[in-house]
Nanobody, 120 residues
Framework: QVQLVESGGGLVQAGGSLRLSCAAS????????MGWFRQAPRKTREFVTA????????YYTNSVKGRFTISRDNAKNTVYLQMNSLKPEDTAVYYC?????????????WGQGTQVTVSS
């Protein structure tokens, strides 16, 4: 089992940047595929990006390609989401998630979320 804690959210102007972090507990972090999801007000939660256990594989939803970068540091049990060129439509609660297995499909463990607000 793994526990996830996100940090790094906040208020930023359009065009700005934020870096989210997700710290995981446990000794088996390197065994988990990690993902970031987001949920905007009055919308369903959506997939943003995911990274494979060794960082060699990543996938991004189209709306964030070229602007967001996911990375992980297995020595620090942490996954990151670097968000550049932020837009008001990126405003959402961002969740970190973990699973065993491929990038896609249901995730088993979730953090509590961190709010990202992009002002126009």
């Amino acid at each position: 089992q793994v526990q996830l804690v996100e940090s790094g959210g906040g208020l930023v102007q359009a065009g700005g940047s934020l870096r989210l972090s997700c710290a995981a507990s446990g000794r088996t972090f390197s065994s988990y595929t990690m993902g970031w999801f987001r949920q905007a007000p009055r919308k369903t939660r959506e997939f943003v990006t995911a990274i494979s256990v060794n960082g060699g594989g990543t996938y991004y939803t189209n709306s964030v390609k070229g602007r967001f970068t996911i990375s992980r540091d297995n020595a620090k049990n942490t996954v990151y989401l670097q968000m550049n060129s932020l837009k008001p439509e990126d405003t959402a609660v961002y969740y970190c998630a973990a699973k065993v297995g491929p990038l896609f499909g249901p995730y088993d463990y979730w953090g509590q979320g961190t709010q990202v607000t992009v002002s126009s």
